[in-house]
């Protein structure tokens, strides 16, 4: 049932105003098909049953979109959605992009930080919907309730960083936020992201080539309005306790890994634990991992920290390169891009692995997706697959910066040999053919990200059952494998065993989800504990959620995930890693000798599905669903 808007709450069903809450209850729909754009009302219920962020938009997308759709169709919608604390000095609140992923055509959602998030709830809405195409490029401008679909024709072509000035000159305001597309995106890359206020990347699953296939260039928002919360006194207090927490620990506070040396400080970790991707995971264990480390990117290429909104952690890092001769300023080099564009790239030229970095910004494409395809094709090519007649004369190999970056503009544009790699590893494996499937690095067609797979059981489960495809940010065992972290279970959690395993990887995903419904970053995962989480929601919104409720809301998002991907035909058979994981074992570092055992796999798999609730295919089961609230 629609709930209306009043001043100083939300309505309820009887005229009576509920206590300030810290949601709009509005959604704004742009149909570019029609220039169409509405307003309505969300169901306050929702919330309470998803929260906002990425179970909303799991909610929205499932309910909204036809299944088997081309998500490069006008069909497929795009969404941008926030949740209960964004625009609240929570600290790293952030939005989020849900679609059908251009990549895997999974459910897809990524997130980012910059202002975009809290500018739109200012501006009066939780959720941003796109849908349809234009007949011509264009650009929202959302300013308040007020809301424009303007040409774009002298902004298509343009960099991410050109689109960003010229849209705040055009709009005469340097304070708006913007979300856009590279090149990447408007030659729909099945792995361009979006962009927001230039130098954060909603990165992952190709939203960025959903966005080109509609036309749409850019969203700029400007929003003026406030936001409230039911208990102000005991929300101010919880996030005194938060950002305490947070300045703390040993990661996250003042004199903490990230403010100084951002993400590459895990470097060293995870190239000593063989968890650093080698030369398309050939190994995981990088030789020349000081080359390109956290401490090695303080000294060489660093300027100065950069925090998203509210952030005290600030674990971004202005920095320069002069790879090609001229200074380039930019936000990296992140851990991921480190791993994936440089040691998996056997990268170990810091100024070469820095422009790399530059340049998929400017073009708006996924570090992750990018550095693995082009170490794949390194890799068929140095077995003979692929020879220089399909590389447009190129002689590729591990380690060389300018062939790299050769290959990202070429992918950005689709130009030659590019065209292929945009189609990212898993189409590319199926076109060069059956020699190189076994390693193809991807899970669902969604390349494997910065951290190893056979030196970690529980990771190579978390990678095989993530929803979107291969991701680290669904679970991450190692912190309990490796680092020796306490979690709820008690017990310890041997590396190479799978005793427990499955009952680790669910209770993260499930507290992951409702984490990222929030919205809030993942470094806060770092710092915060159960309480945090729960006393600022509880506190923002008016609710008495305990930590079994807020398990329960994520696993219902993650059923709901499930239904999705099951209506678009994923089931057990694609809960599975890369051949090489089962065969190959890693050649050097502390995991040197491993590799996967494919029947024990197999074992863990199957008691994460009984533990889940899920038929043997990995279906769940009528009983699950109705436990959860699930029709």
């Known amino acids: 049932m629609c709930k209306s808007m009043s001043s100083g709450g939300i309505a309820s069903d009887d005229g009576g105003v509920r206590m300030s809450v810290p949601v709009t209850g509005k959604l704004l729909r742009v149909n570019l098909t029609n220039n169409k754009v509405t307003i309505e009302d969300i169901d306050m219920n929702i919330y309470e049953l998803y929260i906002g962020g990425k179970g909303l938009g799991a909610y929205l997308l499932y309910e909204e979109l036809k299944p088997g759709i081309d998500p490069l169709s006008s069909d497929n919608k795009l969404m941008f959605v926030t949740g209960p604390l964004t625009g609240t ?173 951002g993400t590459p400080a895990a470097v060293a970790l995870s190239s000593r634990e063989s968890l650093f991707p080698t030369r398309n995971f050939q190994d995981e264990s990088f030789e020349k991992w000081q080359s390109i480390c956290g401490e090695a990117q303080k000294e060489k290429i660093f300027i100065k920290n950069r925090a998203c909104y509210a952030c005290p952690i600030a674990c971004s890092k202005l920095s320069k390169t002069r790879f090609d001769g001229n200074s380039r300023f930019f936000e990296g080099v992140e851990y991921e891009t480190t791993a994936l564009l440089g040691a998996n790239c056997g990268l170990d030229n810091l100024d070469a692995l820095a422009y790399s970095n530059y340049l998929c910004d400017q073009f708006g494409i996924d570090t992750i997706s990018t550095g693995s395809v082009i170490s794949f094709a390194i890799e068929c090519f140095e077995k003979g697959l692929i020879t220089t007649e399909d590389t447009d004369g190129l002689q590729l190999k591990f380690g060389d910066g300018e062939i790299i970056c050769s290959l990202i503009k070429k992918i950005a544009y689709r130009d030659g040999f590019g065209d292929l790699l945009a189609e990212g590893v898993k189409r590319v494996s199926e076109k060069i053919g059956e020699k190189s499937s076994s390693f193809a690095m991807h899970v669902k067609g ?78 806060t995962l770092d710092g915060f504990n159960f309480n945090n989480y729960l006393g600022l929601v509880n506190s923002s919104m008016g609710w008495n959620l305990d930590e079994k409720g807020f398990l329960l809301i994520g696993e219902r998002i993650w059923n709901k995930i499930r239904l999705f991907n099951i209506r678009e035909g994923f089931c057990r058979k694609d809960d599975i890693l890369p051949e090489r994981c089962f065969t190959e074992p890693i050649l050097s570092g502390a995991a040197k000798g491993k590799y996967i055992d494919r029947q024990l796999f197999q074992t863990m798999l199957d008691e994460y599905y009984k533990l889940r609730g899920w038929d043997k295919e990995g279906k769940p089961v009528r009983e699950k669903l109705e436990q959860l609230g699930i029709s």
């Open 89 to 261: 000095l929570a600290p790293t609140n952030r939005v989020v992009v849900v679609t059908k992923s251009a990549l895997t055509n999974t459910f897809s959602d990524s997130y980012a930080g910059g202002r975009f998030g809290p500018q739109l709830k200012y501006a009066g809405f939780d959720v941003l919907i796109v849908e349809g195409k234009a007949e011509k490029p264009v650009y929202l401008w959302i300013d308040d309730s007020k809301v424009e679909i303007r040409d774009a024709s002298k902004l298509w072509s343009k960099s991410v960083y050109e689109t960003d000035e010229l849209l705040k000159k055009e709009l005469n305001d340097k304070n708006i936020s913007t979300a856009c597309i590279g090149p990447g995106g408007e030659n729909l890359v099945r792995f361009a992201c979006i962009s927001i206020d230039k130098t954060r990347q909603a990165a992952r699953g190709g939203c960025g080539a959903v966005m080109g296939s509609k036309l749409l260039k850019a969203v700029a928002v400007r929003g003026t309005g406030g936001i409230s919360v039911a208990d102000y006194e005991s929300f101010k207090s919880e996030i005194e306790k938060a950002w305490e927490n947070l300045m703390k620990s040993p990661v996250t506070g003042k004199n903490g890994s990230y403010p100084i040396y």
């Open 446 to 523: 969604q390349e494997i990200a910065g951290w190893g797979i056979r030196g970690s059981y529980g990771m190579a489960l978390a990678y095989a059952t993530a929803d979107r495809g291969a991701d680290h940010q669904r679970s991450w065992p190692i912190a309990f494998e490796v680092e020796s972290m306490a979690w709820p279970g008690t017990y310890p959690l041997p590396r190479y065993t799978v005793e427990g395993k499955a009952k680790l990887v669910k209770w993260q995903q499930d507290y992951w989800s409702s984490i990222y419904s929030l919205v809030l970053c993942a470094m």
